[in-house]
């Protein structure tokens, strides 16, 4: 019998992971333990201080270069800037998840077994506190994309896949009004994404097939392997080619590129808005920062092959939601379609074979992210007594009634569109500069031209806000508690820094813009 | 001449020469901001921050006279960094910049003081105070800067600031109307102005003073001109010089102290600052210094005719600056020695015209708003002080000894007769006869509104001399008037003449008539004018306008200006306007409007693929699935790559 070798961990370098992982099972037991009224300080506490004590540990760590567990885990720049990132934005979500004042009880269902739309379900809708297992499922989902983003073979990443992907589907499904909705959006979101992570699977078997065979070299599925096999593997490159064409589904999947987005409008409208801002934030971060590294570490060399459909995928998916976003009369289904149109201008940033398009695509997540949860943040905010009123004909005439929280919002929509002083200007400047140079000319012409095309629906939403006159039904803002403030505020204000300023940070992600092979 | 201009880093009390614009910055930011808080108190803030300045200014100027080359520049901080350009935002404080900024503050606050208690029953006082102060501010940065791009950022904020002051009572339409058309006529300088900035980076690389004065030797004459003539646009759009001097007259729709200081004594001069400030570039380009010198003699008599036929008693005084102000243009126009001799006059003019305009304000607040000088008479027993300060003012204008306007006037007619050749007849004649006529007109005014029979309205009764506010500063202004002639006998010209290469190496020719011929000749058509004017009006004139020939007709048109303006840029560039609405409605909007349409059909047709259900949804990620195996198959295979 072989005697088994460990591999060698470096705990420190893992620690952002294990500690978020290590507060969801503290969190489960705080469900079982602590009396029912302490159960929402305590794991809103518990979980804020983990994404604090995490993001100390990135920051101690933010030299470490190393592949560490085997070759399981690598921590190098993009990782510890990507899960700083989603630190971050966590810590944002979690202040809108954790709220309790603009909604009494919180955004959450208070006992989901309840059927939905029964006399029981009207009276729980009315106050009572929501369901506390969020926390822990939210701290799970944080530590799957911690790994997500630094997993340096395709079986980690799977499984970090499926640990950020699990409690999102819960999350989905508990939203305390529109309950049918919400239960749709997650069922719909859970068979898609199982659907989904059949192709990545299939992927990963492919390019196993292909990485055996090489002389010298055992078959295996780290990127290490994979990008020598590029090269050298003896065997059909159908397999490669077939396998990689479906990890990429996998992947443009959790990240809504068209045509794998068809999902993302229904899950965005149904879940509870503080989840949508969520997903729409860390999620996509973790799925960029998994498609950077396989694209730029694994099949850095085949980079000619899959550029080209790449491409055609980003520029589909500018155009899909560039131009459904026209008609939509829902603002989070607006929302849905406007993060489907940037993961196209992120695709852009990862088609960008250069250091500087790394570090743009690094750069526009954490903008992207600020925005859109700050977006989410007033979301939750205009709302009437049935709950948020999302649809786009109650927001006419808001700037008159709340002109504060419509000003924020005007601010964050022209973001969106890219006008200048925003972040959203610096960040597609910062994507498309380095595509450019990159001789993706075609890829920034389709940007440019959808953005033009969004900015129509972003105007019309101001252009309701503050030219119609408040009608019989437009509802009133909420003045929000201390936590949505607090997320809406640093949502803005990075917004604007970053539009302003955005050399410190640009400049942080360009220092960590290497990959360790 | 190759001269190079150099100028000292500030030091010492100099240092702080940015006070100066930063002290009426921040009070118009403080009244503009505190809103209706500050309404109470918001007039002093502003007077204060006007006399602060002042004397910050004055000590400067001693400061100025200690050292040795009479000039300081202050970089303060990098304004613009782009590529090849970089401006500064830099000051510089010389003699030249140094008598403009105690005429603006100087005169400035007087008439502040004046306005105090001109404008206190208007509601809007605080927000009058604070534009004023504005353009305070930026017309000491128009002066004050190191660069041409400083100059045209102050050029822009008193552009502004007048704007805002002729349109101050917004509620009467020919109020906005004039705050328009002067905004308009003046877009059409600044272009020019802009378009010379451009010019100066392009060839030069820099809009810095002294290296653009150092490089302009190495220019091609053509580029000289060309660079002059959009100069010379900027100045004549700011200082209502021909063409574009049908704005200026019409902006006395603003408040009396707005018409005073701004369109009499300091903005309209920025197109004299502007000149003398690039003398060395007119100084090139003798083409150059023709059409300066034209366009001064041409302006200073339509002035004159026109001033003489109308009837408002703002407006003749409008037209008497656009008048005077062509002196000024015909002396710096000149070069050599008469840069300063302009400059002198329009110091001079700072004090005599702001005093007649203020005097005007009296009046009218007196006859309760009462403009027509045909409705006036016999006020000289009623307002002592404003009559006999007027008279100060007259007198001065009209050039009589011993008088400010003498002392400067006379000079650069002496001047214009200096020229070498026949040129010399036309430009000496020119501003001798407007010697005569501005004597003619402004007699007129003085003797319809101040003697004579009473031809007054019917509601009033006993006109009151104004309150003691705005008598003081009419008898400081007065003393001006009297007395500012005798700047000429300081050293202020030699200075003027000595520093930034004003003047330089200047060729004395003989003048054509004897200096002393042409001084009794001024004085003559002076008193000719004036005893004319007051043999035909002493017993006062109709009330209403009376049938007139030709060229009085003509003249109470503005000399059919307007109707040339009309006919060549109002009717064509209204039908350009409808030309193009029209292509942009069915070209272009049809263009922008299809493809909106595409998309917004586009857009609802694929929404309908949306349909909620998951096995469709299902169905089509494995649709996009298969399209991605193929593609990457069939990159594979090579086709595509």
């Known amino acids: ?517 | 001449m190759e001269e190079t201009v150099e100028y000292a880093q500030a030091t010492g009390l100099l240092g702080g020469v940015w006070l100066l614009v930063a002290i009426p910055l921040v009070s118009a930011a403080i009244l503009l901001l505190l809103g209706r808080r500050a309404d109470r108190w918001g007039h002093w803030l502003g007077v204060a921050a006007i006399g602060a300045a002042f004397v910050l200014g004055l000590s400067f100027f001693f400061q100025l006279r200690g050292l040795e080359n009479k000039s300081v520049e202050l970089s303060l901080w990098d304004f613009i960094a782009v590529g090849d350009l970089r401006v500064d935002f830099g000051l510089l404080f010389d003699p030249l910049a140094a008598v403009f900024v105690l005429l603006i503050t100087g005169v400035g606050f007087l008439i502040h003081l004046y306005a105090v208690e001109y404008m206190s029953h208007d509601a809007g006082r605080r927000r009058f105070f604070a534009y004023f102060n504005l353009f305070v501010a930026a017309m000491l940065l128009l002066v004050l800067g190191n660069n041409y791009v400083m100059l045209y950022f102050g050029w822009e904020g008193v552009g502004l600031a007048s704007y805002l002051l002729i349109s101050f009572w917004t509620e009467r339409p020919s109020a906005a109307t004039a705050g328009k058309k002067a905004f308009l006529m003046n877009r059409v300088g600044d272009a020019g102005l802009a378009i010379g900035i451009f010019i100066m980076f392009a060839t030069l690389g820099t809009t810095q003073y002294d290296e653009v004065f150092n490089g302009v030797g190495a220019l091609t004459g053509t580029t000289v001109l060309v660079l002059g003539l959009l100069l010379l646009l900027g100045a004549a759009g700011k200082s209502g010089q021909f063409p574009l001097q049908a704005w200026l007259p019409d902006a006395m729709e603003g408040p009396t102290p707005v018409s005073a200081l701004i369109h009499a004594a300091t903005m309209v001069t920025a197109g004299v600052y502007l000149i003398a400030r690039s003398n060395p570039i007119f100084s090139a380009n003798s083409t150059l210094q023709l059409v300066v010198v034209s366009v001064g003699a041409l302006t200073l008599l339509i002035g004159c005719i026109i001033g003489a036929a109308k009837d408002d008693i703002k407006r003749v005084l409008a037209w008497s600056t656009v008048s005077q102000i062509g002196y000024m243009f015909l002396g710096v126009g000149l070069g050599g020695a008469a840069y300063a001799l302009a400059i002198v006059h329009l110091l001079a003019h700072g004090f005599f015209k702001a005093n007649m305009f203020l005097g005007a304000g009296s009046v009218m607040h007196g006859m309760k708003d009462q403009v027509d000088i045909r409705r006036f008479g016999g006020l000289s027993k009623y307002m002592k002080i404003t009559w006999l300060t007027f008279m100060m003012g007259w007198l001065a204008i009209i050039g009589m000894f011993p008088f400010s306007g003498f002392f400067s006037k006379e000079p650069i007619i002496v001047a214009a007769f200096e020229r070498d050749d026949w040129t010399a007849w036309l430009f000496g004649g020119a501003a001798l006869l407007g010697a005569g006529l501005t004597a003619f007109y402004m007699t007129r005014l003085f003797v319809l509104t101040f003697h004579g029979p009473q031809r007054w309205t019917e509601d009033i009764e006993h006109p009151h001399e104004s309150p003691k506010l705005m008598t003081i500063p009419l008898i400081l202004l007065a003393v001006g008037s009297v007395g500012a002639g005798f700047l000429l006998a300081t050293s202020v010209p030699d200075w003027l003449t000595e520093t930034a290469g004003l003047g330089g190496e200047h060729a004395e020719h003989a003048a054509v008539l004897s200096h002393t011929v042409i001084t009794i000749l001024s004085l003559l058509v002076t008193v000719l004018g004036a005893g004319l004017a007051w043999f035909l009006f002493r017993a006062g004139t109709a009330t209403a306008p009376q049938p007139a020939g030709v060229l009085v007709t003509a003249a109470r048109r503005n000399l059919y200006t307007d109707t040339v303006n009309e006919a060549v840029f109002e009717k064509p560039g209204i039908f350009l306007t409808r030309a193009l609405v029209y292509l942009d409605n069915r070209g272009i909007d049809g263009l922008v409007n299809g493809l909106a349409a595409a998309v917004g059909g586009g857009s609802g047709r694929l929404r309908r693929m949306q349909t909620g259900f998951v096995r469709s949804y299902a169905t089509s990620i494995l649709a996009g699935a298969l399209l991605v195996m193929a593609a990457f198959l069939a990159v594979q295979a090579g086709w595509l790559a």
Not at chain 1, 131 to 156: K, R
Not at chain 1, 463 to 488: D, I, K, N, R, Y
Request: hydrophobic share 55%; net charge neutral.
């Open chain 1, 1 to 517: 019998m072989t005697e088994l070798k460990l591999p060698s961990i470096d705990y420190a370098a893992i620690s952002p992971i294990l500690i978020m992982l290590g507060t969801a099972l503290l969190g489960v037991l705080v469900e079982a333990l602590v009396p029912r009224r302490w159960r929402h300080v305590v794991q809103l506490t518990l979980a804020l201080l983990a994404v604090l004590a995490a993001l100390t540990m990135v920051v101690l760590s933010a030299d470490e270069r190393i592949i560490t567990a085997g070759q399981a885990l690598a921590i190098d720049g993009p990782t510890l800037f990507l899960q700083g990132a989603i630190l971050v934005l966590a810590a944002m979500a979690l202040l809108l998840i954790g709220d309790r004042s603009v909604e009494r009880g919180g955004a959450f269902v208070a006992q989901a077994a309840v059927t939905a739309e029964s006399a029981d379900d009207r009276r729980q809708a009315e106050g009572r506190n929501g369901l506390t297992e969020v926390y822990p499922l939210t701290t799970f989902a944080i530590g799957g994309m911690l790994i997500f983003v630094a997993a340096n073979d395709l079986l980690t990443m799977f499984i970090a896949l499926e640990v950020f992907s699990l409690p999102l589907y819960l999350l989905c499904a508990l939203a305390r009004r529109r309950r049918l909705l919400s239960q749709e959006a997650a069922m719909k979101y859970f068979l898609l994404g199982a659907y989904a992570s059949a192709f990545f699977l299939f992927g990963v078997a492919l390019i196993y097939g292909f990485t055996s065979g090489i002389p010298g070299r055992s078959a295996g599925v780290d990127f290490a392997t994979i990008h020598a096999a590029v090269g050298e593997s003896p065997a059909s490159p159908v397999l490669l080619f077939a396998g990689m064409a479906l990890l990429a589904i996998g992947l443009l999947f959790k990240a809504a590129a068209a045509p794998f987005h068809v999902w993302t409008p229904d899950v965005y409208q149904g879940a509870p808005t503080p989840v949508t801002g969520f997903m729409a934030a860390c999620t996509k971060v973790a799925a960029f920062g998994a498609l950077l590294r396989v694209f730029q570490v694994a099949f850095a060399d085949a980079n000619w092959d899959f550029t080209p459909v790449l491409g055609a995928v980003a520029v589909l998916t500018m155009l899909v939601g560039a131009v459904l976003a026209v008609t939509q009369t829902d603002i989070k289904r607006l929302l849905a379609y406007s993060s489907i149109a940037n993961a196209g201008y992120l695709l852009v940033g990862v088609l960008a074979p250069s250091r500087d398009g790394l570090a743009g695509t690094m750069f526009y997540l954490v903008a992207y992210g600020f925005s859109v949860l700050a977006a989410f943040a007033v979301v939750t905010l205009v709302r009437d007594d049935d709950g948020e009123a999302t649809h786009l004909s109650r927001w006419a005439g808001l700037g008159r009634r709340s002109p504060f929280f419509a000003a924020l919002f005007t601010f964050i929509l022209l973001a969106f569109a890219g006008i200048p002083l925003t972040s959203g200007f610096t960040s597609k400047f910062a994507i498309f500069g380095p595509a450019l140079e990159g001789g993706q000319a075609w890829l920034v012409i389709a940007g440019v031209l959808t953005s033009m095309i969004l900015a129509f629906p972003y105007l019309r939403v101001v252009v309701m806000m503050w030219l119609s006159e408040p009608g019989e039904s437009t509802p009133t803002v909420t003045v929000p508690g201390g936590l949505t403030s607090a997320a809406l505020m640093i949502g803005v204000l990075a917004t604007l820094v970053l539009g302003v300023a955005p050399a410190p940070l640009l400049d942080l992600a360009a220092g960590a813009a290497e990959f360790v092979r």
